[in-house]
């Protein structure tokens, strides 16, 4: 069984793996810029993706929504 790396609400550090990308048979991690909350998560698992495309959305720590 895979478990989520992350999910909504929960915190998160910076460098973080949040996630992984599969290219070319690889799997690459994907790791947070910043420390905060996740408040969305804008892609769903097995989707195609773009380079630079935004995946999550992170308040950064401290911020009050």
């Known amino acids: ?4 790396y992350t999910r909504l609400v929960r915190s998160i550090a910076e460098r973080q793996v949040v996630g992984l990308i599969e ?15 996740v408040r969305a998560i804008l892609v769903q698992n097995n989707s195609v993706v ?7 959305y992170v308040e950064p720590a401290g911020e009050q929504p």
């Open 23 to 37: 290219s070319m048979k690889m799997y690459n991690p994907v790791e947070s810029d910043l420390s905060g909350v």
């Open 1 to 4: 069984t895979l478990f989520p």
């Open 50 to 56: 773009e380079q630079g495309q935004i995946l999550l």
